[in-house]
Structures are given as C-alpha cells and as structure tokens.
C-alpha cells in the first residue's frame, strides 16, 4: 500500500493524489500522507510549499470528516473502525478520552503534529463532542506546521536534503 501510494509522485495528477491521501488519512486510512508530500516536493522543490498547502487543507477537511463520523455516526460504526481501521480501537478509545478530559488543545495538536495516529483523534473529538473551534484551531496549526516543516526544508534545501531525509525518515 506504502508503494501504491508512492507511485503517485510520478503521476500526472499527483496533487490530487496527495489531497486524497491526506483527506483519508485523518480520518480511516492507514498510510500517512508525509512519504508522497516528501517524493512530490523532492520532485518540484519550488512547489514545496503548494503541495503543503494541498497536503494541510486535505488533511483539515478530513479531520472535519472523521469530527462528522465520529459526532453523527459513532454508534453505528464504530465496531467497523475497531475492527478493520488499524490504531483504532476500545482502548485507544478511552486513553484519548481521558487526555480530552485534561487537556483537549493539546491532545488534537500533538496527535497533528507527531506520528500518533490522527483518526483516533479526529473520531473520538466528533464521538466524544469536543468544541468544534477547539478542533478546527487544533487540527488547522498542527496538521499545518507539521507538513510546512517538511515541505520548508525541502524548499530550502531542495533534493540534496533527500539523502537526510531517507538516513533519519523513521525519527523525522
């Protein structure tokens, strides 16, 4: 799936891909969109921050659609996510409850920013129904300045950062 995924960089369209990924991913699918934003900018430096801005709006208005499952549809599908949506489940469930309960902000901001998986943060907001404008605000900083950041260095540094970002890519 990682290579499937990938093989989009190549393609006419790849922006679109990217937002698609990026849209998904906040809300049930299992890969990030990090590994193509990083192949599409390394492929067009200058258009590294373009592919950030698809990759952020992407993934906002795809948290928006997992806030929606979760706040509408929890109950209906929340057996299926459990089941067939890897790092969902009952107990990543309750943890994430918990940590809404101290510190809402900042628990959808890091699970934006950091390799924490964001559907169970963007589910459990709408199940659990966390502020909206809290969530948005989040989403909108986190998921933002963590694909800037990649997209900034490459833009900066161009192709020669590709060798970096492949030694460090498990860390980064």
């Known amino acids: ?18 937002f698609g ?18 192949a599409l900018a390394i492929g067009k430096p200058k258009r590294a921050l373009w592919f950030a801005t698809v990759c952020s709006v992407g993934s906002i208005l795809g948290g928006i659609a997992g806030y929606a499952i979760g706040w509408g549809l929890w109950e209906a599908v929340d057996q299926f996510f459990f089941s067939y949506v890897p790092g969902v489940s009952p107990e990543s469930f309750e943890h994430v409850r918990a940590l809404y309960d101290r510190y809402d902000f900042w628990s959808i901001f890091a699970a934006g920013f950091t390799p924490i998986p964001f559907k169970v943060f963007t589910l459990s907001a709408g199940a659990f129904q966390i502020s909206f404008l809290i969530f948005l605000l989040a989403s909108a900083i986190s998921r933002s300045a963590r694909f800037f950041l990649v997209a900034g260095l490459i833009y900066v540094y161009g192709p ?10 498990a860390r980064l």
Request: no cysteine; charged share 15%.
């Open 160 to 169: 020669s950062i590709q060798g970096f970002i492949d030694r460090h890519f």
């Open 1 to 18: 799936m990682y290579d499937w995924v990938l093989s989009f960089a190549d393609r006419p369209g790849g922006a679109w891909a990217l």
């Open 21 to 38: 990924v990026s849209f998904a991913e906040s809300s049930f699918f299992p890969i990030p969109p990090d590994p193509l934003l990083i």
